[in-house]
T-cell receptor
Framework: SQQGEEDPQALSIQEGENATMNCSYK?????LQWYRQNSGRGLVHLIL???NEREKHSGRLRVTLDTSKKSSSLLITASRAADTASYFC???????????WGAGTKLIIKP | DVKVTQSSRYLVKRTGEKVFLECVQD?????MFWYRQDPGLGLRLIYF???????EKGDIPEGYSVSREKKERFSLILESASTNQTSMYLC???????????FGSGTRLTVV
């Protein structure tokens, strides 16, 4: 079942610009995770933010979480061609081992 | 680094064949998952397992079965492959609840 909705569905920006993707969800969560998928490959875990956290950083990635709005955003700063990929958010509603996945945002970085 | 290895990147099978997709992880993770990914439908959970010999149905278990005889190996079985099972299959593992998943590279299965 899917509860996450990523926005936008697709995003095309110039190399060096910042990219922002959003994720909205429906139920209360324990944590929210972001993953990257390069074309035709498996997903790579990027960052996990717990429900009691508001912001988290990892290198050029910045994730925010607003539980009152049931939304999260992923910011990639100073984008590179290698950031071209699909990005998925996944929510952990009750730590019962299953994640609930969004449909993904396709990010294209133009050189 | 944790590694999840799927036995094949690409596979072509005939309708009606029994198909085995193998997944092995090397970090003693408790939980393992099988997903399929189709354009416009996102990731859909087929089966998961949180212990050896344990299995739980996901959202779309019909036409599939699984086997987990050893902790490191989780196999997905298509009992009688059909063309609507043509898809990308992704295996994942995790240490426990509330942590990220590690995915394999995926198997793109085509049933003809």
């Amino acid at each position: 079942s899917q509860q996450g909705e990523e926005d936008p569905q697709a995003l095309s920006i110039q190399e060096g610009e910042n990219a922002t993707m959003n994720c909205s969800y429906k139920t209360s969560i324990n944590n929210l995770q972001w993953y990257r998928q390069n074309s035709g490959r498996g997903l790579v875990h990027l960052i996990l933010i717990r429900s009691n956290e508001r912001e988290k950083h990892s290198g050029r990635l910045r994730v925010t979480l607003d539980t009152s709005k049931k939304s999260s955003s992923l910011l990639i700063t100073a984008s590179r061609a290698a950031d071209t990929a699909s990005y998925f958010c996944a929510t952990d509603p009750d730590s019962n081992y299953q994640l609930i996945w969004g449909a993904g945002t396709k990010l294209i970085i133009k050189p | 680094d944790v590694k999840v290895t799927q036995s094949s990147r690409y596979l072509v099978k005939r309708t009606g064949e029994k198909v085995f997709l193998e997944c092995v992880q090397d970090m003693d993770h408790e939980n393992m998952f099988w997903y399929r990914q189709d354009p416009g439908l996102g990731l859909r959970l087929i089966y998961f397992s949180y212990d050896v010999k344990m299995k739980e149905k996901g959202d779309i278990p019909e036409g599939y079965s699984v086997s987990r005889e050893k902790k490191e190996r989780f196999s997905l079985i298509l009992e009688s492959a059909s063309t609507n099972q043509t898809s990308m299959y992704l295996c994942a593992s995790s240490q426990g609840a509330g942590v990220g998943y590690t995915f394999g590279s995926g198997t793109r299965l085509t049933v003809v």
